[in-house]
């Protein structure tokens, strides 16, 4: 089992991204002080906002003194992203707490918001962009809420832009980023949509909140498939995880991993959960839904590193050979 350091986290969730710069960000964005969860929207009126320029502590920038919540938004031009290419937005370091939306849909966090505050500041800002959100014809929009404690605030570092992903995997669908997540005592599903909180995966879930739990855990995430996507072979990738697991589809089994050893012998959590998908489990239109209940042993727990997505089983069999499953 891993010890949950940040470079280890940080290597684990990265690993797969390449340096390619597609489109700076580098420059002024939009720029308020205050918290409304309506600025996340993607057609707001934002054009009385102050503009300041990222990277850049907002304490050098008229802002002095200033801790808080703020919000920054900026555009990107959806026509200069290539459609079968897979995409993360960098945002370099924020200072301390953050939230990122595309089109105002959450798709990655760090740290934790107050009243439970954890900052982040020393963790470089990298998020898969899900695909299904990227207008390729027009103007997208990227809004990061922030929350500073002390000292500088807001996006202070890096080289910020959207960048192209490098997998090892072709992925019909990538989900990695924010998954639902409860802790179940028993390993009962919750019952009601109100004790769900939102994780990132892969990660471990001691880097997230959850420090020192042992035990059962839900994740939960839905996906939609096109016509052609439905009518091939599929596989659901879902990394390693920490330590057993049990995966359903739409409320089937689809399939699990569990050798009932006991921490120190266990070695379930170093292997890769790769699942066939039977077409009987799957919704042809409308959401579909992947439920994992894990359970962790001991030390570290959850869904702790990738690729994590659905593929083909035609692409799936070409990478086997190049990739130690």
Known sequence: MRKPFLIIYLMVMFSQLSN????????????????????????????????IRVPRPWEDQGYHGFDGFAWYRTKFDGTKLDKDQSFYLN????????????NGELIGFSGAMPPQFKTAFNSERKYVIPKYLIDYNGSNTIAVRVYDVTQAGGIID???????????????LDLRGVW??????????????????RILVPSHWEAQGYRRYDGYAWYRKTFTLTKEMYEDELVLILGKIDDFDEVYINGKLAGQTRDNRRVGSSTSYSKYRIYYIPKVL????????????????GIDGGIYSGPIGITTKKSFDKMSNQFDW
Do not use: C, H
Request: charged letters at 25%.
């Open 282 to 297: 799957l919704k042809p239109t409308g959401q579909n839904l992947i439920e994992v209940l894990v359970e962790d042993i």
């Open 20 to 51: 390619g710069q597609l489109i700076d960000l580098n420059g002024y964005w939009k720029f308020a002080i205050g918290d409304q969860r309506n600025w996340s929207n993607r057609n707001f009126d934002d054009s009385k906002w102050d503009e």
């Open 158 to 172: 890096g080289d910020v832009g959207i960048y192209s992903v490098s997998s090892v995997t072709p992925m019909y």
């Open 180 to 197: 639902d997540f409860a802790i179940s005592r028993n390993g009962s599903k919750p019952s009601s949509d109100t004790e769900w909180d």
């Open 91 to 102: 945002l370099g370091y924020i200072d301390d707490v953050d939230e990122v939306y595309i």
